[in-house]
């Protein structure tokens, strides 16, 4: 890692630690995820970083920064990062989308998503497809609420979840996946949970 990567780092996570000062007590405002990149070269969908929204700082004892980027003038941003000890590399995502409305929180994310993407140090998965409309995503968060209420109990933690509702949510959508199914079954799977508002979803899958 060079002392510039590390610069730009320690620069984002500076200023987005000032950010967060404004948003702790509505922590649902900060949108912090983590895509884990295998060594196989799948993304994983995006998930709640546990501990990163307390003040967005990596340790780096843990993890070494290999690069970073900002969409929509700081709206969000990205981190790519190699844990010490195996090697592994994750990008660390957060997305400030307080009072967006959830079409265009969505888009925030996917537009940040692709940023990471397009600069991340290792082979990932892309959804394929277009972005997904409203009507679409919409459709995806109502199949994955179905699925949900169907076979788990509400509260079930996310991670419990997952595998059921992203399979459901990929038959549903099988014969035309569009981008964002994930970010789909991910938001149903975090309100279900009770992590997020019923708000957080598309008006007609509420």
Do not use: N
Not at 86 to 109: C, M, W
């Amino acid at each position: 890692m060079t002392t510039d990567l590390q610069a730009i780092g320690d620069d984002l996570f500076a200023a987005l630690t000032h950010r967060a000062d404004h948003t702790r007590r509505l922590r649902r405002r900060l949108r912090v995820a983590m895509l884990a990149v295998a060594a196989a070269g799948v993304l994983s969908a995006a998930a709640l970083a546990s501990g990163i929204a307390d003040d967005l700082r990596l340790d780096p004892t843990t993890w070494s920064i290999l690069g970073s980027g900002s969409v929509d003038g700081g709206k969000a941003a990205y981190v790519h990062a190699r844990r010490v000890s195996d090697g592994s590399a994750s990008t660390f995502l957060v997305e400030h989308d307080a009072g967006l409305p959830p079409y265009d929180a969505f888009l925030l994310h996917e537009k940040t998503l692709a940023g990471a993407e397009a600069t991340s140090p290792v082979p990932v998965r892309v959804e394929p497809g277009a972005v997904c409309t409203k009507d679409e995503l919409t459709r995806a968060e109502s199949v994955a609420l179905a699925t949900l209420r169907a076979t788990f109990s509400p509260g079930t933690d996310i991670d419990a979840t997952k595998a059921t509702v992203d399979v459901a949510v990929r038959e549903a959508f099988a014969q035309a996946p569009c981008g964002g199914l994930e970010y789909g079954g991910e938001q149903a799977r975090l309100v279900y949970a009770g992590i997020q508002p019923v708000a957080a979803l598309m008006p007609g899958a509420r």
